[in-house]
């Protein structure tokens, strides 16, 4: 069954740390491209990280760039995303997506994340 399984979301106090996990089966996982993306509540859903498939190339967008590491595990098919210094307006609920071009597209079902004291 192809599907992606995200992890680690949870509520944590502004200034504090969350390590997402994104864990991959039924694809050829190395193959894929990577992304996280965020929706925040009555907001578009935005993309937040992507990683290459060999993990060479790596993008953030500008609000999480210094904060957020993206890195992937090919042996294990299974992406992270370490997010440090949180702040309020991190929360939303993460994403991880799957594409390789002509091949296959894949969504997970979500983690929600939530900074507040």
């Known amino acids: 069954q192809v599907q992606l399984v995200e992890s680690g979301g949870g509520l944590v106090q502004p200034g504090g740390s969350l390590r997402l996990s994104c864990a991959a089966s039924?694809?050829?996982?190395?193959?894929?491209?990577m992304r996280w993306y965020r929706q925040a509540p009555g907001k578009e859903r935005e993309l937040v990280a992507s990683?290459?498939?060999?993990?060479?190339?790596?993008n953030y967008a500008d609000s999480v760039t210094g904060r957020f590491t993206i890195s992937r595990d090919n042996a294990k098919m299974t992406m992270y995303l370490q997010m440090n210094s949180l702040k309020p307006e991190d929360t939303a609920m993460y994403y991880c997506?799957?594409?390789?071009?002509?091949?296959?597209?894949?969504w997970g079902q979500g983690t929600l994340v939530n900074v507040s004291s």
């Open positions: 039924g694809f050829s996982f190395s193959s894929a491209v």
């Open positions: 997506y799957a594409r390789r071009v002509g091949y296959f597209e894949v």
């Open positions: 990683i290459s498939n060999a993990g060479s190339i790596v």
